[in-house]
C-alpha cells in the first residue's frame, strides 16, 4: 500500500514569493493534517481536515496561509508571501477516523515532507 | 490533550534493549499513548499505542502502569537504524479527534 506522497521534497524561495505544496493521502483515508515543524522541534497542527472541509485551522496563519482539498482527496498548502521565518518542515498526515462518538481515533501516517527554505 | 515529560536524549548499545520512559501524569481516562519516531530527514512513524494494557507488535512493546501516569516504550534488541527522535504522545479517541501534540521528544542514540 502507497504511504502518504507529498511533494516537492525540497523548495528554495526568495523572500515574498508564493510556495505551495501537494499531498496524496493514503487511499481511502477520510482525514488530512498539515503539520509544520521547526528546527529541534516537533510538529505542529496547521489544519485538519474531514472529508474536504477544515474542521480545525485554529493554528493556520490565515494572513498569509491557506489551504485546500478539492475532492477530499489531494491537498495543497499555499504559502502568500513567503517570510524568512517560514523556513520549516511542512508534513501532511492522513488518518481513518471514525467519526463516531466513542469511537476509536485511528493512527496518522506521514509522508516524508517538504523542507521550504525562504532566503 | 495532556502533556508528557520525557528526558531530552539517551544512549543505548546496539543489540541491547533500549527503555525509553514517558511522564503524563495528567492523563485522562479516554486518552491513549501513542509512540511515534522520527529519523532524520523522514516524517514521523508510528510505532504502537495502548490504553491501559501493555501492548506488544513487530516494532516494540509498551508498558503503562497501573495508574496510567507513565510509560515505557522498549525496543528489545536496538540495531543502529532504531537511532532517531522519540516522540511520546497522548491523545483522547472518539471522533473528531485532534491532531497529534508533539513535544519535542527523546533523541535516542545507539551506539556501535
Known sequence: EAGVVQSPRYK??????????????????????????NLGQGPELLIRYENEEAVDDSQLPKDRFSAERLKGVDSTLKIQPAELGDSAVYLCASSLESGLAGGFADTQYFGPGTRLTVL | DAKTTQPTSMDCAEGRAANLPCNHSTISGNEYVYWYRQIHSQGPQYIIHGLKNNETNEMASLI?????????????????????????????????????????????????
Open chain 1, 12 to 37: 528554495i524561495i526568495e523572500k515574498k514569493q508564493p510556495v505551495a505544496f501537494w499531498c496524496n493521502p493514503i487511499s481511502g483515508h477520510n482525514t488530512l493534517y498539515w503539520y509544520l515543524q
Open chain 2, 64 to 112: 503503562i502502569t497501573e495508574d496510567r501516569k507513565s510509560s515505557t516504550l522498549i525496543l528489545p534488541h536496538a540495531t543502529l537504524r532504531d537511532t532517531a527522535v522519540y516522540y511520546c504522545i497522548v491523545r483522547a479517541t472518539g471522533g473528531g479527534a485532534d491532531g497529534l501534540t508533539f513535544g519535542k521528544g527523546t533523541h535516542l542514540i545507539i551506539q556501535p
